[in-house]
């Protein structure tokens, strides 16, 4: 993209020319697995990520190397695309702003992020909005705690997959976390007991059209997740719920492309918004394989301008398993993923990362499941399922 010449406007959907090349800021599993979609839709990737050993560098069609908060090499992006969007939100967005008054055309645009990218200002925001969020403080570790244990202390920037969340159970813990933590902007919030995690992957186009896929219940380990029931056993008003604040949220960001929002349920049924990211979501994985239309697809839909397409189940339910890393090795795990692909229904996705490391995400298993296993209890099932993918996986 030409960052002199005219853009495309959200209102413009009809008349804008084709976008072809979609630039990626990030060049993890998210981008790697845009990849099948922007094949299908006869687009081409252009990434932006540090190492070219990072997954997204095999689809692309093009990378610039480079560090996601680089604005100097997302200009450059900028110029071998018609469009950027995120698989990463650790960006420099006062920096990006240069670009967009410059013409640079981002999907979503930066003022959807503005309001999601620090965890406190994101509570403030969803507060505003009037939805349900825990109640939380602004605070740093030489303060007095606004609320007594358990709570939650989380650092407002560049938390994921757990790292960055802390959850507090007593004085002696909270000690060593502040040695931690100390000068780090943080926020504290108190601890939701909550009976269940859920989900709403939800997409919003240009025009302002908006689908969501099946709401699902996602089980976390230490805090990070282990694995994603679809569709999640949740009341009617649960998923009306679920789904009237997927609507607010990305109406109100005047959001393009796909947002994930977690969700507590709490035992009275009610629900609190966790975190919003403002780009696909591990928690929608499922959708490659048991829905009709992919998150990643659906988030190229969205950034082109596309009608957004169908998200409907295609079979009964899922279950998704994380592949998280054991051990630091350079492996491919050949042996185990072609046992996991054994699984009756199971669809296997390896992220071609070189290094493995406690933790990291390597890749996932989604099986699908059939009607008689919901018969049996969706979730019994689920849970069985991925007890055997857990025991391939962590077998030595
Ligand atoms: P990250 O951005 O690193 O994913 P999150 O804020 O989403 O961090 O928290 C990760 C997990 O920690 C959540 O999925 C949940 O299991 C737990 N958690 C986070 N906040 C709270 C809270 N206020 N009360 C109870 N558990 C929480």
């Not at 110029?79 to 990463?88: A, G, L, Q, S």
């Not at 507090?168 to 009976?195: M, N, Q, T």
């Amino acid at each position: 993209m030409k960052i002199t010449q005219m853009k495309f406007t959200q209102t413009a959907a009809s008349t804008s020319p084709k976008i072809q090349r979609v630039g990626v800021v990030g060049g993890g599993q998210l981008a790697w697995m845009m990849g099948a979609a922007a094949r299908r839709l006869g687009i081409e990737l252009v990434v932006q990520t540090p190492h070219a050993t990072d997954p997204a560098t095999v689809i692309a069609a093009d990378t610039v190397l480079a560090a996601i908060d680089d604005v100097n090499a997302t200009a450059v992006l900028a110029d071998r695309c018609d469009v950027i969007t995120f698989e990463n939100e650790f960006v420099d967005l006062d920096g990006l702003q240069t670009l967009e008054a410059k013409g640079v055309l981002f999907q979503p645009s930066l003022s959807s992020l503005y309001p999601l990218l620090d965890k406190y200002v994101q509570r403030c925001y969803l507060r505003d909005l009037g939805l349900p969020t825990p109640r939380f403080w602004e605070w740093d570790c030489g303060q007095d705690l606004p609320i007594d244990f358990p709570l939650v202390v989380k650092v407002r920037r560049h938390g994921y997959d757990g790292q960055g969340t802390f959850i507090v159970k007593d004085s002696a813990s909270f000690e060593s976390i502040c040695v931690k933590l100390k000068g780090l902007a943080l926020l504290v919030e108190e601890f939701v007991p909550f009976d269940r995690e859920l989900a709403a992957i939800a997409a919003r186009s240009a025009n302002g059209e908006i689908a969501i896929y099946p709401i699902v219940e996602t089980q976390q380990e230490n805090q990070v997740c282990r694995l994603v029931i679809a569709p999640a056993q949740i009341s009617l008003e649960v998923k009306a719920e679920a789904e009237a604040i997927a609507h607010t949220l990305l109406n109100s960001l005047q959001a393009v492309g796909v947002f994930g929002i977690e969700l507590f349920l709490t035992a009275d049924n009610k629900l609190l918004v966790n975190e919003i990211a403002p780009r696909t979501h591990n928690s929608g994985h499922f959708t490659i394989d048991a829905c009709k239309t992919s998150q990643f697809e659906q988030h190229l839909r969205a950034v082109c301008q596309l009608p957004l397409g169908n998200c409907d189940l295609n079979s009964a339910g899922a279950v998704m398993v994380n592949l998280l890393g054991y051990e630091s090795a350079e492996s491919d795990y050949l042996e185990k993923r072609k046992q996991l692909a054994q699984i009756d229904g199971s669809f296997v996705h390896w992220y071609g990362k070189k290094a493995s490391r406690p933790g990291r995400k390597l890749g996932h298993v989604t099986v699908l499941l059939d009607e008689e296993a919901v018969e049996k209890g969706r979730i019994a099932r689920a849970q069985a399922i991925a007890r055997t993918v857990e025991s391939i996986w962590n077998a030595n």
